[in-house]
């Protein structure tokens, strides 16, 4: 089964730009790993926020958004919030079967 | 108004069996696939399996292939796992979700513990 890495832990200041990654031990990500990217606050169900690379839910505040940046997926946080605290995780597809990465906790500080 | 509820969960035996159930609402069941994730106390989100739309695709995680069956029926908007040979490992949160369409149930909790 293949391995999804991410950055264990992020830190991002008020108002700031962070760009959190996702990365596969296959190779580079492409649009054939459909990467999906989840927000997690403890104790609460996760939230789908990017689907497809880039695709975003009427949910999806604006700050947030998908790409693939160097053989990675990436997810971009501008004008970070203090609500943006929370735990990130990635989920890329290898032909159908599905793998997250380990999450990325970002604090905003 | 989407409604993803997944029920079943419980404590069980080293060995033993369950069947998690996920009903959902709101959104055409038969045209999106569906997923089983699951998530250990203090631990990161882990893919458990998948299922096409129609139900004719199936997709396990190595960890689950073999002791587990993941099926769908249609007509009750309803999503299955049925999953055999618990072990303790096998401890976790397990949520039902709809990846394409964004939606998630609260999980049901399944404790393999003798």
């Known amino acids: 089964q293949a391995v999804v890495t991410q950055e264990p832990s992020l830190t991002v200041s008020p108002g700031g730009t962070i760009t959190l990654t996702c990365g596969s031990n296959t190779g580079a990500v492409t649009s054939d790993h459909y990467p999906y990217w989840f927000q997690q606050k403890p104790g609460q169900a996760p939230w789908t926020l990017v689907y497809?690379?880039?695709n975003t839910y009427s949910w999806t505040p604006a700050r947030f958004s998908g790409s693939l940046l160097g053989g990675k997926a990436a997810l971009t946080l501008s004008d970070a919030q203090p609500e943006d605290e929370a735990e990130y995780f990635c989920?890329?597809?290898?032909?159908?079967?599905?793998?997250f990465g380990g999450g990325t906790k970002l604090t905003v500080l | 108004e989407v409604q993803v509820v997944e029920s079943g969960g419980g404590l069980v035996q080293p060995g033993g069996s369950l069947r998690l159930s996920c009903t959902v609402s709101?959104?055409?069941?038969?045209?999106?696939?569906m997923s089983w994730v699951r998530q250990a106390p203090g631990k990161g989100l882990e893919y458990v399996s998948g299922i096409s739309g129609s139900g004719r695709l199936t997709f396990y995680a190595d960890f689950v292939k073999g002791r587990s069956t993941i099926s769908k029926d249609n007509s009750k908007n309803t999503l299955y796992l049925q999953m055999n040979t618990l072990r303790a490992e096998d401890t976790a949160v397990y949520y039902c979700?709809?990846?394409?369409?964004?939606?998630w149930g609260q999980g049901t909790l399944v404790t393999v513990s003798s």
């Open positions: 497809d690379i880039s």
């Open positions: 979700a709809n990846f394409k369409g964004g939606f």
């Open positions: 989920l890329l597809s290898y032909n159908g079967v599905r793998v």
């Open positions: 709101g959104f055409i069941f038969s045209a999106y696939a």
